[in-house]
């Protein structure tokens, strides 16, 4: 059997959703949308923290605190019914998430039938990795099409990466504990972070194909 071979794709730019060729690409199979012109969408990008400063004095505080990360992640080669469930927990004040870390996102496979073959199942979860301070949102995903166009390989494994800035509308509320005295330490005050959530287009940057 030949070896398989690596096959690398030029891009094409981001489409509208009413552009006649994006409306073609809705009927497309799996192969033909990953190579046409493939976004991953990060539906609902939700961000929240809270930081704790608590100690008996203002030159002796602790501080704590936990971030939250999540978003449902689409791809359009895959359908609706892949859809992923992205998450992350850091405790790393005070913008929590450095883009040091790749989390794995979650994905359960469907129970309908798809075009794509039952190995995809268990190797095609999405990692992400995202920066606070510049809003720089980086995913990566394996998926398989079992299209059969080609008899002889009839399954292609496709390997994308691609990024974002993500721009996000934040509230800061800062409250201090009107009982704190050095004497009896405890919180002394919580600071949250609440952004609004949007949906992102993610572009793809670079897909290899493998048959």
């Known amino acids: 059997m030949p070896r398989p071979s690596l096959l690398p794709f030029l891009l094409l730019p981001s489409l509208?959703?009413?552009?006649?060729?994006?409306?073609?690409?809705?009927?497309?199979?799996?192969?033909?949308?990953?190579?046409?012109?493939?976004?991953w969408t990060a539906k609902a990008f939700d961000y929240h923290s809270l930081i704790s400063l608590s100690g008996s004095s203002t030159s002796n505080i602790q501080t704590l605190g936990d971030g939250y990360l999540s978003f449902n992640l689409s791809n359009p080669a895959l359908g609706p019914s892949f859809d992923q469930v992205c998450t992350a927990t850091s405790t790393s004040p005070d913008q929590f998430f450095y883009f040091d870390t790749w989390f794995t996102c979650l994905y359960t496979p469907p129970s309908t039938s798809s075009n794509l073959s039952p190995v995809?199942?268990?190797?095609?979860?999405?990692?992400?990795?995202?920066?606070?301070?510049?809003?720089?949102?980086?995913?990566?995903?394996?998926?398989?099409?079992?299209?059969?166009?080609?008899?002889?390989?009839?399954?292609?494994?496709?390997?994308?990466?691609?990024?974002?800035?993500?721009?996000?509308?934040?509230?800061?509320?800062?409250?201090?504990?009107?009982?704190?005295?050095?004497?009896?330490?405890?919180?002394?005050?919580?600071?949250?972070?609440?952004?609004?959530?949007?949906?992102?287009?993610?572009?793809?940057?670079?897909?290899?194909?493998?048959?």
Do not use: H, I
């Open 120 to 211: 995809t199942a268990n190797t095609s979860a999405a990692l992400f990795r995202f920066d606070k301070v510049s809003g720089r949102l980086e995913v990566k995903q394996d998926w398989e099409c079992g299209d059969g166009k080609d008899p002889q390989y009839p399954t292609t494994v496709f390997k994308g990466s691609g990024g974002v800035n993500v721009t996000l509308d934040c509230s800061v509320n800062v409250w201090t504990n009107p009982d704190w005295n050095q004497s009896l330490g405890g919180l002394f005050a919580n600071q949250t972070v609440e952004c609004g959530v949007v949906d992102v287009s993610v572009g793809l940057d670079s897909l290899e194909a493998m048959a």
């Open 16 to 39: 509208s959703l009413a552009s006649p060729l994006a409306q073609q690409l809705a009927t497309q199979s799996c192969s033909d949308t990953s190579l046409s012109a493939l976004n």
